[in-house]
């Protein structure tokens, strides 16, 4: 059995290896961070969103993409914009989270605007796998089950299966879901902006719990080192590159479960391929919307998530939460 | 003290062991907090019931789970409900190991701002979209996904026919 300082040696060395593959890999977000160079972040809002009731406008949400895109990428337009984020050839993933259940987990019309826009992107519609743990959660979050090829596919891991193999990661032994390591080529996250009673925020980095057999593992400690060591396992550090933070309703409190007296519109998303960077502005805004409430920081209601700071330490290398390191672009 | 004596108290000890055993055991197998559709007017019971054992928690509430599994949580019954298809609601009913458990569990969920106490159980509260109340070992939460026009009326009258079958 691997010691943590073998297990994160190990898996530095093969994100390096797998990341001299991909533009999108570890050894240029590296270089990038080394060079000084800062972590683009993209806060994109539209507050009349929900102007409507609970029902989201689809085609306000495709503009916000757009707009989130545009200003992540440069390029306005917006096949353009996602063809500078993703490989070509390659089956996308695109990972969400429906844990929540229905009231609060990552909305399908956000799902199918990226979709959408993938496919005008050059992705074939069946080079496209919407997924999660299984199909209730998939379920929950409006997703229709398909596993058929001409079409934008969209399964569960109960369906994929998990690798018979267990990889160590820390000091749990887990199972890594087959849409993860067989299927995808490149994998985008798309969280829900939750309130999380043990780690303090769940976002970007605290969805891949659901790309695993037993997340119960790798709660210790506040899920810390947990969030850090799973996201720098060599497979999830190198596929997972790309966040389309869905925030257009989040919970601020008790979360991860549904709270409607909790419950929130930002109206709002966090796009980035520094997953570090993401959380750490996510963790901002849901601090921000806490002392609007009247209520006090994670930090001092004793969950600051200190998972952040470890996958930006030099052991993990994530990312940045530096403040100074991150360029916010808000729009 | 004869070996034939011996053996009589001890028949007679298992036989009352057993029978209290079977008393309790049997309540909280037996216990079905859901009512059926139509039980409560309006109301349908649009899902089978789901139980978890505490073990498997996690595989409905995830990170939820470990302060439940802490206060003792033996199971969680779950089912969904629709109320006059203008409504939909889940009722997660939690069965403690006792009453301190389920007395834990519902202050977290009773502190927030907005509760409103009321008669439901040993203890109770209201939100706009939601309802909690505990009685013995069992906590029960009520959440509606919509916020409509007479839903905290509808959660209630839900929420009293789960009271009466606990």
Redesign the interface.
Request: aromatic share 12%; net charge negative.
């Given at each position: 059995m691997k010691n943590r300082r073998e297990f994160l040696k190990t898996a530095a060395t093969g994100a390096v290896l797998l990341g001299s593959q991909s533009k999108l890999g570890l050894a240029a977000a590296v270089e990038k961070h080394v060079s000084g160079a800062r972590s683009r972040v993209v806060v994109a809002r539209d507050a009349a969103l929900q102007a409507h009731g609970?029902q989201l406008d689809q085609q306000r949400v495709l503009a916000l993409l757009d707009k989130a895109m545009a200003a992540y990428t440069g390029h306005k337009n917006p096949p353009e914009a996602w063809q500078s984020v993703i490989p070509r050839g390659k089956v996308i993933g695109i990972k969400i989270n429906g844990?929540g259940?229905?009231?609060i987990s990552s909305h399908a019309v956000l799902v199918h605007a990226i979709c959408e826009r993938l496919q005008q992107a050059g992705v074939p519609a069946g080079n496209i796998i919407v997924w999660d743990r299984n199909a209730r959660d998939l379920r929950a979050c409006g997703m229709t089950i398909n596993t058929d090829r001409s079409r934008v596919r969209c399964y569960g891991s109960d369906t994929a299966g998990y690798e018979d193999q267990e990889t160590a990661c820390g000091s749990a032994h887990l199972r890594l879901s087959k849409i993860l390591t067989r299927e995808c080529g490149m994998v985008i996250s798309v969280p829900i902006l939750k309130d999380?009673?043990?780690?303090g925020v769940?976002f970007s980095m605290k969805n891949m719990?659901g790309v695993i057999d037993?997340?119960?593992l790798l709660?210790g400690n506040n899920?810390n080192p947990g969030v850090a060591d799973l996201n720098a396992l060599p497979v999830i550090r190198e596929k997972v590159n790309f966040t389309i933070g869905d925030a257009l309703t989040s919970v601020y409190?008790?979360g991860?479960?549904?709270?409607?007296?909790?419950l929130w519109h930002p109206g709002t998303l966090v796009v980035g391929q520094d997953r570090v960077a993401v959380d750490y502005t996510a963790w901002q805004i849901l601090d921000r919307k806490r002392a609007e409430?009247?209520m006090s920081t994670l930090k001092a209601d004793g969950r600051e998530p200190r998972y952040i700071a470890t996958a930006a330490d030099a052991a993990h290398r994530l990312g940045t939460n530096n403040p100074q390191h991150i360029h916010l672009v808000e729009v | 003290m004869t070996l034939s004596s011996n053996t009589g108290k001890l028949a007679s000890a298992l036989v009352v062991l057993v029978a209290m055993l079977s008393v309790t055991g049997c309540k909280k197998s037996k216990v079905d907090p859901f009512p059926a559709s139509g039980a409560i007017a309006g109301w349908q019971k649009t899902s089978q019931t789901r139980t978890f054992a505490a073990k498997d928690l996690?595989k409905y509430?995830?990170?939820?789970?470990?302060?439940y599994i802490k206060a003792g949580v033996v199971t969680t019954s779950t089912s969904d409900y629709k109320y006059q298809d203008k409504l939909?609601a889940?009722v997660d009913v939690y069965t403690m190991g006792n009453t301190a458990g389920a007395e834990k569990m519902f202050s977290v969920?009773s502190q927030?701002?907005?509760?409103k106490s009321v008669q439901l159980g040993d203890a109770g509260v209201a939100?706009?979209?939601?309802v909690s109340f505990r009685k013995g070992p069992y906590l029960v939460h009520i959440?509606?996904?919509?916020?409509t026009p007479g839903a905290p009326e509808a959660l209630m009258a839900l929420a009293h026919g789960v009271d009466a079958k606990l």
């Open positions: 609970a844990l259940g229905r009231g999380h009673n043990m780690s769940t719990y037993r997340p119960f709660h899920c409190q008790g991860p479960v549904f709270q409607p007296q909790h409430a009247g | 996690w509430i995830d990170g939820e789970a470990e302060q939909e889940v969920s927030s701002k907005g509760a939100y706009a979209q939601s959440v509606a996904y919509e916020d």
